[in-house]
C-alpha cells in the first residue's frame, strides 16, 4: 500500500513573505508591572491584519442584514464631577440626545451614540462584562472561528482550546445568560478600561456597566430554538413594540473607579478585558439613566448607515493602556470607511450636533457638503486663522494623545520621561538645530560658482507669486535664520510688492 503524502508544513509570513516568529503578537509600550501596553503603529501584523478583516465581506445585502436599533437620551443623576470633566456627564439633570444601534446564542453587541455640545461620544459595548481574548491580533481569529459552519463546530472549539484566556468568557456564553430574551434585558459592559480625565491632570481608570431597569430575562436552548423558526426578529419587534406602547426602557450608567495610587493593589490586571474588577473592592457608582423613547422613522438612513467607533470619546474621557481598545480604535472607523465610504461621518445618523470644522479631512466620495470651499486643506496655516482646544478651557485634556500638567499646560516629551508608561501629547518644535545643517549647505553652495545665486533666483522666483505681503516677509525671516545675507538677497532680489495684494 502506497504511503500518503505528508504535506509540507508552511513557514507563517505577513502578507508580503516576511516571516515571523509568531501570529499572536502586536508591539507595544508595556506600562510598569506588565498590565497594560500601548500598542505602536510599527506593530505591522496587528494593523494589517485588523485592516483586513475590515475588508473580508462584502457590505451587508439589502435583505436579512440584522440590527436593532432606537433613539432616546441620556440623563445625570449622579455627581462624578471629582472623576471626569466629561460635559455630558457633569451636571445633574442635563439631557444629552442619544442615538443608536437573534434569538441565537452569542455576545450581543450595544452600541451607544451620545450626541453632545463638545462632539460624539460613542460606546461599543456587550451584553458580558468579559471578552475572549485580550490580545488584539486575535480578535480576527476569534470572529472568523465564530462563523457558522452546517457541517461541524471544530473551528469554534480548535480556537478556544487553542486560545484559553477566553475560558472566562465561555462561562458567560454557555451559562443562562447567554440567550437573551430581549435587548430590553440585558445589561450593557465596556469591557475595556477606559479613563476618566480632569483639566488639572488628575484621571482615574472606569470600567462602565449600563444596567438594565427590566430585569435580566434570558432563553434556554429550547425556547431559543422554537422562537429562532416562528419569530427570527424577535428582538427588534419586542423594542419597537415596547416604545410604541410607551413602555420606554432604560438603563442606569455605573462606573467603577481605580485610582491610580490604587493600581499596585489591583487584584488582576486591570487592561485585561478577560478579567472582571471585584466588585466588592471596586463597587459600582452610579451616574445617570439612559431611556430609549422613540423609535427610527427610516430603517436605512437611521441604523444601516450607522458606524460607532470606541475611537469616539468627548474631552474628560481616554484610552487607557488597554490594548484591546487600543486595537478597536483603529479597526472600528477603519471598518466604517470600507463599509460606508469615507465620508460616512457625514451621514446625517452619524453627523454631531456639535460645530465640526476639520478642512484637513475633505474631498473623497460621496462628500455632499460644501466642502470647506477655499479654505485651505494643510496643517499649520495662518491663511485661515482657528482656535485650538486648551485644558485652561474647562473641557478637559487632550485626551486622546497624553496628559497635562496641573497648570494645563502639555506635557514635554523630556518632562514625562520619568514616568514613561504614560504617552505624552508632543509635536516637534522648531529650533536652531533645524537650521545648522540649511547653513552647512548653503556654505557649500558658496563654494561651487554660481551656486547660491542660482538657489537665490528660484526661490525668489517661486516666492515672488506669493501674493500675501506678510508670508513674504516671514519667508525672508526663515532664510536669514540660515544666513542674514541669503535672507536680504532674497528680498531684494524679487519683486517686493505684489501685483494685486490680497491683504
Not at 452619524?350 to 475633505?362: G, H, L, T
Request: charged letters at 20%.
Amino acid at each position: 500500500m502506497a504511503s500518503e503524502t505528508v504535506p509540507k508544513t508552511p513557514y507563517y509570513t505577513l502578507a508580503e513573505g516576511q516571516p515571523l516568529p509568531r501570529n499572536d503578537t502586536s508591539t507595544q509600550i508595556r506600562t510598569r508591572g506588565g498590565g497594560g501596553g500601548f500598542v505602536l503603529l510599527t506593530s505591522t501584523q496587528l494593523i494589517e491584519n485588523l485592516a483586513h478583516f475590515a475588508r473580508e465581506r462584502i457590505p451587508e445585502r439589502s435583505v436579512h442584514a440584522q440590527a436593532v436599533g432606537a433613539k432616546g437620551y441620556f440623563q445625570v443623576t449622579n455627581d462624578i464631577s471629582d472623576l471626569t470633566d466629561a460635559d455630558f456627564l457633569n451636571g445633574i439633570g442635563k439631557k444629552t440626545e442619544r442615538g443608536s444601534p437573534d434569538t441565537v446564542r452569542d455576545f450581543r453587541g450595544f452600541a451607544m451614540k451620545f450626541k453632545t455640545r463638545h462632539g460624539n461620544q460613542d460606546f461599543v459595548f456587550n451584553n458580558q462584562p468579559v471578552f475572549f481574548v485580550r490580545d488584539p491580533t486575535k480578535f480576527p481569529s476569534l470572529n472568523r472561528s465564530h462563523k457558522r459552519d452546517p457541517r461541524t463546530n471544530n473551528m469554534f472549539w480548535d480556537f478556544h482550546v487553542n486560545n484559553q484566556e477566553s475560558i472566562h468568557a465561555l462561562m458567560f456564553l454557555f451559562g443562562d445568560r447567554g440567550l437573551p430574551s430581549s435587548l430590553r434585558h440585558i445589561n450593557a459592559y465596556s469591557q475595556n478600561t477606559y479613563m476618566f480625565t480632569k483639566s488639572d491632570g488628575s484621571y482615574c481608570y472606569v470600567r462602565i456597566h449600563f444596567l438594565t431597569n427590566q430585569g435580566v430575562h434570558c432563553f434556554t436552548n429550547v425556547e431559543g430554538s422554537e422562537l429562532a423558526g416562528t419569530e427570527p426578529d424577535l428582538h427588534l419587534a419586542d423594542l419597537q413594540e415596547a416604545i410604541r406602547s410607551g413602555k420606554f426602557p432604560s438603563w442606569d450608567m455605573y462606573v467603577q473607579v481605580i485610582r491610580s495610587e490604587g493600581l499596585d493593589d489591583a487584584p488582576v490586571d486591570i487592561f485585561d478585558i478577560t478579567k472582571t474588577w471585584p466588585l466588592q473592592k471596586y463597587p459600582r457608582r452610579k451616574v445617570g439613566r439612559m431611556t430609549l423613547d422613540k423609535n427610527p422613522s427610516n430603517w436605512f438612513a437611521e441604523i444601516e448607515q450607522a458606524a460607532f467607533s470606541p475611537s469616539a470619546m468627548v474631552p474628560g474621557i481616554g484610552p487607557s493602556p488597554d490594548p484591546m481598545l487600543q486595537a478597536r480604535m483603529f479597526a472600528y472607523p477603519d471598518a466604517a470607511r470600507y463599509r460606508l465610504g469615507v465620508n460616512y461621518q457625514l451621514l446625517p445618523t452619524n453627523a454631531p450636533k456639535s460645530e465640526v470644522y476639520c478642512p484637513i479631512e475633505r474631498d473623497g466620495l460621496m462628500n455632499f457638503t460644501a466642502n470647506y470651499g477655499s479654505d485651505p486643506n494643510y496643517s499649520g496655516t495662518k491663511l485661515h486663522p482657528v482656535h485650538f482646544l486648551r485644558p485652561e478651557d474647562g473641557h478637559g485634556q487632550d485626551h486622546h494623545q497624553g496628559r497635562v500638567d496641573g497648570r494645563g499646560s502639555l506635557r514635554t516629551l523630556e518632562q514625562a520621561k520619568t514616568g514613561n508608561e504614560m504617552p505624552v501629547v508632543f509635536s516637534s518644535e522648531v529650533t536652531a538645530k533645524d537650521f545648522e545643517q540649511a547653513t552647512a549647505l548653503w556654505n557649500v553652495m558658496g563654494r561651487q560658482e554660481g551656486a547660491q545665486q542660482r538657489f537665490v533666483s528660484n526661490v525668489s522666483a517661486h516666492l515672488s507669486a506669493a501674493l500675501t505681503k506678510w508670508i513674504r516677509d516671514e519667508a525672508y525671516a526663515m532664510f536669514k535664520r540660515i544666513d542674514e545675507r541669503l535672507g536680504h538677497m532674497v528680498e531684494s532680489t524679487q519683486c517686493r510688492e505684489p501685483l494685486h495684494p490680497l491683504h
